[in-house]
């Protein structure tokens, strides 16, 4: 009797370490499912931010090129300005040239 006492209790044993056997696979599984889906996360971010970074130099770049023109509309407005003074006082000058031989 003990012996079959034993045997049962060998047999529930063995049937337990194979259950606990079979839920530690299937822990590894999906550790190793998790494990891919983080190290895909990871490349996914990296590449984000070495497009964000990318975007951030273009827009400075832009920004630049924008104050450069900035820069230069405003110059050419000044020069521009000048140019219709110059031309004002020209126009002056001949008027008073066009009366001084009336």
């Known amino acids: 009797e003990k012996v079959l006492e034993k045997e049962q209790e060998l047999s529930r044993m063995k049937h337990k370490v194979a259950r606990l056997e079979a839920e530690q ?12 889906e983080k190290e895909q996360h990871k490349h996914a971010l990296e590449a984000s ?8 130099r273009e827009l400075e770049d832009t920004k630049s090129h924008l104050r ?35």
Do not use: F, I, P, T
């Open 25 to 36: 696979e299937k822990l590894n599984e999906q550790l190793k499912h998790e494990s891919a």
């Open 68 to 102: 450069e023109q900035d820069s230069q509309a405003h110059q050419l407005q000044e020069e521009v300005g000048e140019l219709q003074d110059r031309l004002m006082a020209a126009q002056a000058a001949k008027l008073q040239v066009n009366e001084l031989y009336e």
């Open 49 to 56: 931010e070495q497009e964000s970074r990318k975007l951030s």
